[in-house]
């Protein structure tokens, strides 16, 4: 019998998508644009597994669609909300997410976010662009020091890890809130109210969950101080935007660094906070290096290959 797998991007890189094709046969979305629901619906009956990455949704419908076959769900992501867990548990479908292999590049893009938020490069560079630099003034695109400055890492996992040893190298004093993790050499365990009264920097390394939706609203805003920047390379959904927008437009925070939003993609319905001067805004670009997008899709097939031999994941989401 034919295994039928279903991915939901025709164009990703690496060799993964070949592997796949040398096992089963694999229905791939190649539209133009994001994938309709009704696009993979259409593709998914009868698959065993699905690749999808962490924007797509893969809802009940979807796996009702597939039927009764399917037994894998492989994210190319490490964020996994686009997944209705609830529903894969319920009809034992095993789901995986790519952990480990985008932690370091993801940490490069915080710190990258973190430099340009308090340093205002996108202005100074927007600013420049426009031809304004007449004369060296001693006021003009002053921002606030990165070395020496106290981070603050909501989320203590692989990634909030990679962006503390890159802190080192700053001179940076290190704290993280994480009921998971507690003190090492490089960052000593705090609640979130001291993290957020001390930090100059809060950088969000958490999935988005039920608990973590809107982790970031009005009173934590309040809490933290006026000079700090906000930066996270995690979920939209864990900043209230609308909080974040109102702080950042009365000056009750210095600036914003934002890979990720609420809604996503945005198509040309931008966010308020893109062309925010004090907001550094990118399109959820963490992981994107060509090594490691190529690393989340191989590790993606892996999962699917192992599930199918029958071995247990590799990187299946945890409980
Ligand atoms: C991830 O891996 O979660 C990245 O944000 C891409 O979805």
Redesign the pocket.
Known sequence: MTIRLLSTRADLPGSGLRRLAAEAEVRSWAGAGRPGHGDLAALAPGSTGILA???DPVDAALMAAAGPSLRVIA??????D?VDRAAARERGIVVT??PGV?AET?ADLTFALILAARRRIGAAAASLARGNWDLFRMHDHLGLDVHGATLGLVGYGQIGRAVARRAQGFGMRVIHHDPYAADDPVSASVGLETLLAEADIVSLHV?LTAETRHLISHRELAAMKPTATLVS???GGVIDETALLEAIRRGALHSAGL??FEREPMGADLSPLVGEPNVIALP?I??ATDATRAA?VDLAVDNILDVLAGRPARTPLPG
């Open positions: 990455l962490g924007n994210l190319a992501s490490m964020g996994f686009n997410h790519t985008l993801t999935p390379t995690s979920r890979d990720v959820h963490g992981s989340m």
